[in-house]
C-alpha cells in the first residue's frame, strides 16, 4: 500500500476515473493487492460505476429524450456528454444542465431534440425547486395603490420561460402517453411556454405573445407598474388581459410574495393586513 497523503490519494483516483481509465499506471499503488479480484479490475469497477451512475442520472431527468432518441442513440450521446462534463456537485440531480445545450451542438440536423432536452430539465428543475409560501387568489386586493406602484412580485422557485421553434410540446404529449410521436416540424412561429411546479407537480402550458412579454419583464425584476408601462407600448391591445392573468398566476402558485420598497409581504403579512 501507499503512504502517500489522502488528497493526493483521492485526486490520483479521481483523475483516473474521469479519464479513459487506459493508464492504471498511478493509481494501481494505492491498491491492495492481497484480496481476490485483480487491482486492475476493481478500478474498473469504479471507473464504470462512474459512468453508470451518471448515465441512469441523464436518463432519469431526460426520460422523454430518451424516449425519442432510443436507447442506442441516446447512450452514445449521453457518453459524448459524460466523458466532456465530469460531475461538479455532489447531489446527481443537478447533473446534466448543460446536456440540452451538448444536445443542440451534436444533433443540428434535428434541433428538436435539443428543445426536447430543455424541456426535460425545466420540468425537472421546476419539480426539484424549493418549496416556498404563495400568495392566495385574494391576496393582491390588499394592496393599495401606492403598493402597487412599487410592487414587484417574488415568483415561486422553478418558474421558467422559454420558446420552442418547432412541434416540440405535440411531440412530448405524444411521447408522456406513449404514442408514436408526430414527425417534427418547424413552427410558423416560435411558442413561448411557462414552466412551473404547481403543488407537488410540474407543469408547463403555451403563453400568448403578451404574456409571455408581461412575464419575463416580471421574472427579470422589473416592477409591476413599470411591466405594465412597457407592455402597453408593445402590446397596445393586452391591458384588458392584466387582471385575468394576475389570477390565473395566483392561482397556479406562481406567486410566492410581493415586495415593495425595501420591505417584502409574504402571504401570512398579506392575510393580516
Given at each position: 500500500?501507499?503512504?502517500?497523503?489522502?488528497?493526493?490519494?483521492?485526486?490520483?483516483?479521481?483523475?483516473?476515473?474521469?479519464?479513459?481509465?487506459?493508464?492504471?499506471?498511478?493509481?494501481?499503488?494505492?491498491?491492495?493487492?492481497?484480496?481476490?479480484?485483480?487491482?486492475?479490475?476493481?478500478?474498473?469497477?469504479?471507473?464504470?460505476?462512474?459512468?453508470?451512475?451518471?448515465?441512469?442520472?441523464?436518463?432519469?431527468?431526460?426520460?422523454?429524450?430518451?424516449?425519442?432518441?432510443?436507447?442506442?442513440?441516446?447512450g452514445r450521446e449521453a457518453e459524448r456528454y459524460?466523458?466532456?462534463?465530469?460531475?461538479?456537485?455532489?447531489?446527481?440531480?443537478?447533473?446534466?444542465?448543460?446536456?440540452?445545450?451538448?444536445?443542440?451542438?451534436?444533433?443540428?440536423?434535428?434541433?428538436?431534440?435539443?428543445?426536447?432536452?430543455?424541456?426535460?430539465?425545466?420540468?425537472?428543475?421546476?419539480?426539484?425547486?424549493?418549496?416556498?409560501?404563495?400568495?392566495?387568489?385574494?391576496?393582491?386586493?390588499?394592496?393599495?395603490?401606492?403598493?402597487?406602484?412599487?410592487?414587484?412580485?417574488?415568483?415561486?422557485?422553478?418558474?421558467?420561460?422559454?420558446?420552442?421553434?418547432?412541434?416540440?410540446?405535440?411531440?412530448?404529449?405524444?411521447?408522456?402517453?406513449?404514442?408514436?410521436?408526430?414527425?417534427?416540424?418547424?413552427?410558423?412561429?416560435?411558442?413561448?411556454?411557462?414552466?412551473?411546479?404547481?403543488?407537488?407537480?410540474?407543469?408547463?402550458?403555451?403563453?400568448?405573445?403578451?404574456?409571455?412579454?408581461?412575464?419575463?419583464?416580471?421574472?427579470?425584476?422589473?416592477?409591476?407598474?413599470?411591466?405594465?408601462?412597457?407592455?402597453?407600448?408593445?402590446?397596445?391591445?393586452?391591458?384588458?388581459?392584466?387582471?385575468?392573468?394576475?389570477?390565473?398566476?395566483?392561482?397556479?402558485?406562481?406567486?410566492?410574495?410581493?415586495?415593495?420598497?425595501?420591505?417584502?409581504?409574504?402571504?401570512?403579512?398579506?392575510?393580516?393586513?
Amino acid at each position: 500500500m501507499s503512504d502517500m497523503s489522502l488528497a493526493e490519494t483521492q485526486a490520483r483516483l479521481k483523475a483516473y476515473i474521469l479519464d479513459t481509465g487506459k493508464d492504471t499506471t498511478p493509481v494501481l499503488p494505492l491498491l491492495d493487492g492481497s484480496f481476490g479480484l485483480a487491482r486492475d479490475a476493481r478500478l474498473d469497477v469504479y471507473h464504470r460505476a462512474y459512468r453508470a451512475r451518471l448515465r441512469d442520472a441523464l436518463g432519469t431527468v431526460f426520460e422523454r429524450t430518451w424516449m425519442y432518441l432510443g436507447d442506442d442513440e441516446f447512450g452514445r450521446e449521453a457518453e459524448r456528454y459524460i466523458e466532456q462534463t465530469p460531475s461538479h456537485s455532489p447531489n446527481l440531480r443537478d447533473y446534466g444542465h448543460t446536456f440540452p445545450g451538448c444536445l443542440a451542438a451534436s444533433m443540428q440536423a434535428d434541433p428538436e431534440v435539443s428543445e426536447l432536452a430543455r424541456m426535460d430539465w425545466l420540468l425537472h428543475e421546476a419539480f426539484d425547486a424549493p418549496d416556498r409560501p404563495r400568495l392566495q387568489p385574494d391576496a393582491l386586493t390588499q394592496l393599495s395603490d401606492t403598493d402597487w406602484e412599487h410592487a414587484k412580485f417574488i415568483f415561486t422557485p422553478g418558474t421558467a420561460l422559454a420558446t420552442f421553434a418547432w412541434n416540440t410540446i405535440e411531440v412530448w404529449h405524444a411521447l408522456d402517453q406513449q404514442l408514436t410521436p408526430p414527425p417534427a416540424r418547424a413552427l410558423p412561429q416560435a411558442l413561448p411556454c411557462l414552466f412551473w411546479r404547481n403543488d407537488k407537480q410540474s407543469s408547463f402550458r403555451s403563453l400568448s405573445a403578451a404574456e409571455h412579454f408581461m412575464l419575463d419583464m416580471l421574472l427579470t425584476g422589473n416592477g409591476f407598474a413599470m411591466s405594465c408601462s412597457m407592455l402597453a407600448e408593445h402590446h397596445p391591445d393586452a391591458a384588458g388581459f392584466i387582471g385575468p392573468w394576475l389570477q390565473r398566476w395566483l392561482s397556479e402558485g406562481l406567486i410566492s410574495a410581493v415586495a415593495k420598497g425595501e420591505s417584502v409581504i409574504m402571504p401570512r403579512q398579506m392575510t393580516e393586513r
